[in-house]
């Protein structure tokens, strides 16, 4: 296993098992070996302030087990939970693939990579809601 490969823009941050970590001036890329690793990158953090729908609320606890504010094996239950809730909203063949993927990286416990996933729900959302308005 390859582990997770980050490629960070100059002067990006990173927050590595509690720690915040900002790359230089040149773009760089690492691995992260250690599979057990909270790994969340800043630029894909959402604020407390901004979890106000129901894919930014899975979004956020991912992000909490990422950050290691939450433990992975109490979160797993309710992610899978969520994400079934966002089956049931998202029915297209794209939105079924993505929420596919992200329960394949639960039960992986791969949480970056779930957390990849659902962000790809977002804009989708944003349409839902701004359409229902």
Excluded: W
């Excluded at 894919?55 to 087990?65: G, K």
């Excluded at 944003?126 to 308005?133: H, T, V």
């Amino acid at each position: 296993m390859a582990g997770l490969v980050l490629k960070l823009a100059p002067k990006e941050r990173v927050l590595i098992n509690g720690v915040v970590v900002e790359n230089g001036d040149r773009r760089s890329r690492f691995s992260i070996m250690t599979p057990q690793a909270n790994v969340l990158r800043l630029r894909d953090a959402i604020h407390p302030d901004e979890v106000n729908t129901p894919v930014r609320r899975v979004c956020y606890a991912t992000q909490l087990v990422l950050s290691g504010d939450m433990e992975a094996e109490s979160a797993r239950q309710q992610l899978l939970r969520r994400v079934e809730e966002l089956s049931q909203v998202f029915t297209d063949a794209d939105s079924r693939r993505v929420l596919a993927e992200a329960t394949d990286a639960l039960l992986a416990e791969q949480y970056y990579k779930c957390l990849k996933s659902l962000r790809a729900l977002l804009p989708r959302e944003e349409r839902l809601m701004a359409y229902q308005q």
